[in-house]
């Protein structure tokens, strides 16, 4: 298992390296840049050279990433070309909103996307079988900006059940200890600041989880419709066990390995959806800084950063999974 | 009273827009405390189906059940699903056919084994583990302790046909159902295996239906055995009568079927012609009519009636085999 792990993570270490190349040179080869944003169309061709050999930009490219990579390994990301605060600090103060707004969705769509996947199965063909066909492709099919302005709409302007954006009430006093304001919350003991925060997560996180929480609906319930017609289900029958023990023992411990792969696929994509809902709910997390970064005349060194990092956890993400994965099945602890 | 008696049992299959398809047609039989019985048949005549309907375990749609199926007087049939599933694994077992697949790949053996005692006999869990162990000794696995841990991909088709065996006879239960236990078996495990079951079934006097394809099996170990064709009984009789003197034309070219080891090199083997596609709705005649040899004009008359024999068994025939004609 510990061979497993450790070739795993020189695997990451390769993908990583390899990956931050990639996108080194190709957000120096995106038109616009830092010193257009910085300076103006109108810059005289002198301060544009100043800036140019400022930042840098004047070396060779494998030079500029030599160093580039120089700083990485000390954990210097440099700092941003739009506010000049170092990265890791940028980064650091989004993080904790987007991790927060991700596992509540995943909460939200592992949590309802089983047991509904279940439930399909164990009514196979029948009426709550065609309805959650039929939702989980409308909630895959559905654009996840649309629906967040629906959401925001019906539920904000409406019937005023959610805030409408935002992570916390505006002239709430909360104690930021994390920054996870939820966990903040209970941490220290401010528990109208958690049930703030929850509040505010809940149409967020449920606009986030849609695709996730369909893919799993639809996965869980082929997986389990699967194993439904598998002999050792016939023999707990036949065993006279107990519906529950049935169910979790022999059902949904075979059903649930394909339904944990996906589920780490599904992680690592909550990253580009949550750019779109953070968009629409204003939430201050990795996803507005991606756009933000972009926009705001490609903040190479952040933008360079918030790529890795994406990618670390994707792969962090599912080598956990796999992990799990040998956990739950012992055929694959053989191997 | 028998232990089981099963009366005019008929499952139905019909599923939306087919045509309804019969394929257990009036089967009664009955088993007598401690005795082995034998269901044989080709594949699709309704034997396996026979078994999981007297178990309670055909699918919950798409199927109609009738008749009766009396288990030491009660109609298990009529009973609601949930004592129903009080008395499964606790007064009948069920053995299968694949052992692999009949086993949870992600439980261990040991666990597989001790959740029947749990539910039935209210055993915690150190205790049903210890009584485990000691099942899988009786069931002739080595080193049972080990075992209990492992899963079933870590032991072999014999030992996990064996492990099945001890699940299915853990709460002592006095029906045994043995659907074609060792048909997914190399021939020297099968040898091996209803031995064991032989063993087993003779100390704890379980009663044991034997459902198999297998003649040599019925040969073995059954004390009567009932032989049916399209869904329906054609012929019962106790074994050596069976074997010795087979009336009905099915059975008799079921055994001469059957190589043998003292025919002379070279020989063709005796089939039976066609295949069991091959028959007629049994309203209108015998289902076997069309590949029987010897039809006469009433077997296409109507239903052949089950009419008891000298010899103190059943027959479905019109122009049976002449007690005089012996198997080649």
């Given at each position: 298992m510990l061979r497993v792990i450790v070739r795993r993570l020189l695997q990451l270490a390769v993908t990583l390296i390899a990956l931050s190349a990639l996108i080194f040179v190709w957000l120096r080869n995106l038109p616009g840049g830092p010193v257009e944003a910085l300076l103006g169309e109108r810059a005289t061709p002198e301060r544009r050279a100043l800036l140019i050999k400022a930042l840098g930009y004047d070396q060779p490219i494998l030079v500029q990433y030599a160093k580039f990579m120089q700083r990485v390994v000390t954990g210097d990301f440099g700092n941003s070309i739009r506010t000049g605060d170092p990265v890791s600090e940028v980064i650091g103060r989004a993080f904790p909103a987007t991790i927060e707004l991700a596992v509540v969705a995943m909460i939200i769509a592992i949590g309802l996307g089983v047991p509904l996947g279940y439930l399909a199965a164990r009514h196979h063909g029948r009426l709550l079988d065609n309805l959650s066909i039929a939702g989980t492709l409308l909630g895959i099919s559905i654009p996840i900006f649309f629906l967040g302005y629906l959401l925001k709409d019906v539920f904000t302007q409406n019937i005023h059940w959610f805030p409408p954006s935002g992570r916390i009430s505006t002239g709430l006093d909360n104690t930021n200890v994390t920054g996870f304001f939820v966990l903040d919350g209970l941490l220290t003991r401010e528990f109208d600041a958690t049930a703030d925060a929850l509040w505010h997560l809940i149409l967020p996180a449920f606009t986030l989880a849609t695709i996730p929480l369909a893919v799993i609906v639809r996965i869980t319930r082929a997986s389990v419709l699967d194993v439904l017609n598998e002999d050792y289900v016939r023999t707990a029958e036949a065993k006279g066990l107990r519906h529950r023990v049935i169910r979790g023992r022999h059902i949904l411990r075979n059903a649930l390995l394909p339904v944990v792969t996906t589920i780490g696929l599904q992680t690592g994509a909550l990253l580009s959806g949550a750019v779109l809902t953070e968009k629409v709910y204003n939430w201050g997390g990795l996803g507005t800084l991606i756009t933000d970064s972009i926009s705001g005349g490609r903040d190479y060194p952040v933008l360079q950063a918030l790529i890795l990092l994406a990618a670390l956890v994707f792969v962090v993400v599912n080598l956990l999974v796999d992990l799990s994965y040998a956990f739950i099945d012992p055929r694959v602890r053989v191997r | 009273m028998s232990l089981l008696d099963v009366r005019d049992l008929s499952v139905v299959f019909q599923r939306r827009g087919e045509r309804p398809f019969t394929?257990?047609?009036k089967v009664s039989f009955s088993v007598e405390p401690g005795q082995t019985v034998g269901l044989v048949g080709e594949s699709g005549c309704g034997k396996s189906v026979t078994s999981l309907a007297i178990m309670g375990l055909l699918p919950k749609r798409g199927n109609r059940v009738s008749g009766e199926v009396l288990f030491e007087g009660a109609d298990l049939l009529k009973l609601r699903p949930d004592d129903m599933r009080d008395r499964r694994g606790r007064d009948i077992g069920m053995i299968f056919q694949d052992p692999l697949s009949s086993?949870?790949?992600?439980?261990p053996i040991g666990l597989q084994v001790a959740e029947v005692l749990e539910r039935h006999r209210g055993m915690n869990r150190k205790a049903a583990l210890k009584e485990a162990r000691e099942l899988l000794d009786a069931v002739g696995i080595p080193d049972p302790m080990r075992r209990l841990k492992e899963y079933p991909h870590q032991i072999s088709g014999g030992m996990r046909q064996r492990a099945l065996i001890a699940i299915a006879l853990a709460c002592k239960p006095r029906l045994l159902i043995a659907d074609e236990p060792t048909t997914a078996l190399d021939v020297t495990i099968q040898a091996q295996i209803l031995t064991l079951l032989k063993q087993l079934v003779d100390e704890t006097g379980t009663a044991l239906i034997m459902i198999t394809h297998d003649l040599g099996v019925v040969a073995g170990l059954c004390d009567t055995v009932n032989v049916l064709y399209g869904g329906k009984v054609v012929e019962r009789a106790a074994r050596h009568e069976l074997f010795g003197r087979p009336r009905h034309p099915y059975t008799h070219g079921l055994l001469s079927s059957v190589p043998r080891l003292d025919s002379p090199r070279g020989e063709r083997l005796h089939a039976i012609p066609g295949s069991v596609a091959d028959n007629i709705p049994w309203v209108e005649g015998c289902a076997f009519a069309p590949r029987c040899g010897n039809v006469v004009d009433a077997c296409l008359e109507g239903t052949p009636p089950l009419e008891p024999t000298a010899t103190g068994g059943d027959l479905r025939c019109n122009n049976p085999v002449s007690e005089e004609v012996a198997v080649p």
């Open positions: - | 394929a257990v047609d086993l949870n790949p992600v439980v």
